[in-house]
């Protein structure tokens, strides 16, 4: 799918010229291309990766990038727990496809955040070491069967919201990558919803469980979104990069809207008594958020950072061996392929 990844070279020197090396540029010169940057940006066009691109631009990509792919990857833990204790054949197989997707969406995103000049092992050294942040709400324990099913749907159902608008974002790799992860997260959302509602035709105990994993998970949720607009300063930018297409408490007002009807469907309550619609607003109003606890999360300080940490470290050791014979067989590869072009 990224064929254009694997021409770039990697910048494990933290470079922040072009992927090809665009060479100090005379002021002019720069002035030049920043102009033309500019103007493909306000067309609405995608900038890829041999391109001219700012510094600045070049390293917020990659730390959006590298952050959702951290995300994807360490969010495989709190579902994985539960692959061995699904309540049936058909959920399990559910299960492990979803846990795959998530590992596979990883993937790809590691593979468009190296297009822009920084390896995959830089980046994984910031999440093994604690340096790179992703997803605060992978830092919560799965405590029961219903966890699985409000995972699909609030925050699967969450990630949607956000990621369907970068499907538009103006880094071409990361916009392509993002098409494809956003109907396997459809699917996610779906398998979700659909195992709730089996749950709350179950027994009284089945859809208390319920309701107990959507008490746990709501204000979480919320918080994906980042922090509200008046306290993310570097949004503005974004947006004027073409980066993010919408604002956070955008983003967090759509999820609501489009949340609170799937509730009443399903029949339990969101734990928000303010929680109304606002006639005037077209909206529903929505409590306050506990940003100190979002910060506290996120800053290593969550209930399961540690542990999901550990268990990705783990991970990556126990599967050096794997990379040393891929390696091996790759250079092997092209030592026959110069044989035989010589
Ligand atoms: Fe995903
Ligand atoms: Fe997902």
């Not at 109304?276 to 996120?298: A, L, M, S, T």
């Not at 550990?310 to 794997?322: D, P, S």
Request: aromatic share 8%; glycine share 8%; hydrophobic share 40%.
């Amino acid at each position: 799918m990224y064929t254009q990844s694997f021409s770039v070279p990697d910048d494990t020197a933290g470079n922040t010229s072009g992927p090809k090396g665009v060479p100090a540029a005379a002021s002019a010169a720069e002035a030049e291309l920043q102009a033309a940057f500019d103007a493909r940006i306000d067309q609405d066009g995608r900038i890829e990766p041999r391109d001219w691109m700012p510094a600045a631009y070049r390293k917020t990509l990659v730390r959006q990038i590298s952050q959702h792919a951290h995300s994807e990857i360490v969010g495989m833990l709190p579902e994985g727990n539960w692959i061995s204790r699904a309540p049936s054949l058909k959920r399990k197989a559910i299960l492990i496809a979803k846990v795959q997707d998530e590992g596979g969406h990883g993937l790809y995103l590691y593979s468009a955040a190296e297009t822009l000049g920084t390896s995959r092992a830089e980046m994984l050294e910031g999440l093994h070491s604690g340096k790179a942040k992703y997803s605060s709400i992978f830092n919560y324990p799965t405590l029961n069967w219903a966890d699985m099913g409000v995972i699909g749907w609030l925050v699967d159902g969450a990630a949607i919201m956000n990621q369907i608008p970068l499907c538009r974002c103006s880094y071409g790799p990361y916009a392509r990558a993002m098409v494809r992860v956003c109907k396997e997260e459809s699917f996610h959302q779906r398998q979700g919803y659909e195992a709730l509602l089996v749950l709350m035709q179950g027994t009284q105990a089945q859809r208390e469980m319920v309701q107990d994993a959507v008490n746990r998970y709501w204000w979480k949720c919320l918080a994906m979104f980042g922090p509200p607009d008046a306290d993310s300063p570097n949004s503005q930018q974004g947006m004027r990069w073409g980066i993010k297409r919408f604002t956070n408490d955008d983003l967090r007002q759509k999820f609501i809207d489009a949340t609170v009807p799937q509730a009443r469907v399903l029949g339990v309550t969101l734990p928000d008594p303010e929680l109304k619609w606002n006639e005037e607003r077209g909206h529903y109003d929505h409590g306050p958020i506990d940003w100190d606890e979002f910060w506290q999360v996120v800053n290593g300080h969550g209930p399961m950072n540690k542990e999901r940490l550990a268990t990705r470290v783990k991970a990556h050791e126990q599967g050096a061996w794997v990379r040393e014979a891929a390696a091996a067989h790759a250079a092997k590869q092209q030592q026959r392929q110069l044989k035989e072009a010589a």
